[in-house]
């Protein structure tokens, strides 16, 4: 497909790639997953599986959708600003006689950054062909936080769960996580009738996950946990498919399913307390999301979509274990399954000129009794907001933006150790966050 391209846009589309897979980092708070991918689709809120506007989010949602479009390379990047804090509260002698003397009770803000989220879409259908060949380069999960340790003296202003390990503090140390997921997503779309199209193909998925200390590894033998920072990208992979039917009056229908990412373990390059080297690994996937969408454009100059979406977290490996084992590695995080909900509008001021509005809603998937658990990773946001806008440069160039603020959210429970849950504890993590993005649509 890339050979088919002129000389100068095939080097921009080889040059795009290897700028994404050299620099990609996720961050993202709204859920492990993104809702979707550049300014055009996220602007919609992600609402896409039945709302065909660009490359990216055609090929991240509902490939069949590919069919509906003209040939095109659409490109993003994101500037995703997360906000995060962590509380903790520990009574007087909770861990015995005097152990703390005084309540400890403590604040501490994330020192996330800024983090950027490149994207490429590429759509090409033959003249005359039903076929229609899709590319799609995004990232599609992860999470993030990083926060500094706390002293344990002045008690009075100590953050109890960010104080050292024992036996010179009372909790976890500073706190780092980092799941990174980056998609390549090859699509092939049918026209079977003029009504019906239907599409799929494989996803390529390759990952970083880094966690300090890595609580999902046993205890050493001072009974701390080790940092978990040395690791490498690692390969996964599975498939989507989709259908897109168009019916009479403006209405159309779609529907999309993309299968548990499966990925090789997660393997870590660490060592104890002692001295001792050690090598762990942890086992997860990414959940089976199954998707269904109606759009309508029977008003003039309006397109409004809808995307209902069920996200099986409570299957996947990693994701659906909770508790401790009998070494003292966390089994896993404990998430729900959940349902989600996108919708977004469009409206056509002029020829050149597009304006869009979306809003999405996902169910939180941390339960509060799995807090802290989950204090490296707070997907907890439900709702955001977004816009956006386009203008047409000209036929063969548009130019978008967009904008969506994650509102903030909270969850708290107790703190819960290899021995069981500590009494009279409290651990809260907060979570909102902005996101500015940016992109071109080149026609050819």
């Known amino acids: 497909m890339l050979l088919r391209l002129p000389p100068l846009r095939r080097c921009v589309v080889l040059a795009v790639l290897a700028i994404i897979t050299q620099t990609l980092q996720v961050h993202a708070q709204n859920g492990p997953f993104l809702t979707g991918a550049g300014p055009i689709n996220r602007s919609m809120g992600g609402a896409s599986v039945a709302a065909p506007l660009d490359s990216l989010g055609a090929t991240y949602w509902n490939p069949a959708t590919t069919s509906a479009l003209g040939n095109s390379m659409d490109f993003g990047v994101e500037l995703l600003n ?160 989709g259908a897109f039917y168009k019916l009479d009056g403006g209405w159309n229908l779609g529907a999309s399913f993309k299968s548990p990412q499966w990925f090789e373990p997660f393997r870590f390059n660490t060592v104890d307390t002692l001295g001792t080297p050690r090598r762990s690994n942890f086992r997860g996937e990414l959940p089976l999301i199954a998707s269904v969408g109606v759009a309508y454009s029977g008003f003039d100059r309006w397109l409004l979509a809808a995307d209902f979406r069920y996200v099986d977290f409570g299957n996947a490996d990693g994701f659906q274990q909770a508790g401790f084992d009998a ?92 021995v069981g849950t500590i009494p009279g504890t409290l651990i809260r993590s907060t979570v909102a966050a902005d996101t500015y993005m940016v992109g071109a649509t080149v026609r050819y």
């Open 82 to 241: 997360v906000q995060s804090t962590l509380s903790s509260s520990y009574p007087a002698s909770v861990f015995g006689p005097g152990i703390p003397p005084i309540p400890l009770s403590g604040t501490t803000n994330g020192d996330n950054g800024i983090v950027p989220l490149p994207s490429l879409g590429l759509v090409y259908r033959p003249e005359g062909s039903p076929w229609t060949y899709g590319l799609g380069v995004f990232a599609v999960a992860g999470f993030g936080v990083n926060y500094p340790g706390s002293a344990l003296f002045p008690l009075d202003s100590a953050n109890p769960i960010l104080t050292a390990q024992a036996p010179n503090g009372l909790g976890l140390g500073p706190l780092y996580g980092n799941l990174q997921v980056m998609q390549i997503a090859p699509t092939l779309s049918l026209q079977v009738t003029d009504r019906l199209s239907i599409g799929g193909g494989p996803t390529v998925n390759l990952a970083l996950l880094q966690i300090d200390p890595l609580f999902v590894a046993p205890l050493d033998p001072r009974l701390n946990y080790v940092p978990g920072t040395h690791s490498h990208m690692t390969w996964g992979g599975g498939f989507q498919v």
């Open 327 to 418: 070494a003292g590695a966390t089994r896993g995080l404990g998430f729900r399954s959940t349902f989600a909900m996108a919708a977004g509008a469009q409206y056509q001021v002029t020829d050149r000129v597009s304006l869009r509005l979306g809003y999405t809603f996902n169910e939180n998937p941390i339960p509060d009794s799995q807090t802290s658990f989950n204090v490296v990773s707070p997907t907890i946001i439900e709702h955001t907001l977004y816009c956006g806008a386009s203008y047409n440069v000209s036929n063969a160039l548009k130019l978008s933006v967009g904008y969506a603020h994650a509102f903030q959210n909270s969850i708290e429970g107790p703190l819960v150790l290899p």
